[in-house]
């Protein structure tokens, strides 16, 4: 029995102080970790919001029809992508009332996040625009009006600023907020005949995968 005791004793002694070293290095380790955890976080750059493609709605200044502006934007790779917006005319609609359409190219110039807010893109655009005051024909008329002189189109340049914010299952809401300027040289020809140069601001958003 004094044996067994005297095993017991010893089993205590030298479990209770490995117990207090254990608790001693228990919090210097769990503030190692934390500070290694913290490196790593400022040695890795932050991962951006990739965005594949995006629906959007909104308005534009260059619409006189009162009419939403749609734009389906497509992104091939990460710093390039190519949208179409407007209206819907002759697609979802047949109103007369004057419109313009973008197609456009978007090259994004930088990103970055902002903690609590999302990631923001500023981006150039180039392609073209048609301006059309009427039912106007298939096609894009660039050298020109259409034969009922209700359609033309031009080149157009513009910048803007891209805003992502990832919503859930790798959806995010996308915001875009953009100026142009579109030189349309047939356009005092057209039967509402409009100016040669054609300034435009438009906000949409909408959600992107």
């Given at each position: ?15 209770i ?6 608790l001693?290095?228990?919090?210097s ?7 290694a ?8 750059p ?19 029809n009162g ?43 930088a990103?970055?996040?902002v ?15 048609e ?70 601001a438009?906000?949409?958003f909408?959600?992107?995968?």
């Amino acid at each position: 029995m004094w044996k067994r005791r005297d095993c017991v004793r010893g089993m205590r002694s030298t479990s209770i102080p490995a117990a207090l070293t254990l608790l001693a290095l228990t919090p210097s380790g769990l503030r190692a970790e934390e500070a290694a955890g913290e490196a790593r976080a400022k040695a890795e750059p932050p991962r951006t919001t990739r965005n594949f493609g995006n629906l959007r709605v909104g308005g534009s200044t260059a619409n006189g029809n009162g009419r939403p502006d749609l734009c389906l934007e497509l992104s091939p790779v990460a710093f390039l992508s190519v949208e179409s917006c407007g209206t819907g005319s002759g697609f979802l609609h047949s109103d007369p009332e004057p419109e313009v359409a973008h197609f456009r190219a978007k090259l994004r110039l930088a990103s970055f996040d902002v903690e609590r807010w999302g990631t923001f893109q500023p981006f150039l655009a180039g392609g073209f625009a048609e301006a059309q005051v009427g039912r106007d024909d298939p096609g894009f008329q660039f050298k020109g009006t259409d034969r009922r002189r209700v359609a033309t189109a031009g080149p157009e340049a513009g910048l803007g600023l891209r805003f992502l914010r990832p919503l859930a299952a790798g959806f995010e809401l996308v915001g875009d907020f953009n100026f142009s300027l579109a030189w349309m040289p047939h356009a005092p020809e057209l039967i509402q005949p409009g100016n040669t140069w054609l300034p435009s601001a438009s906000l949409s958003f909408g959600v992107g995968f």
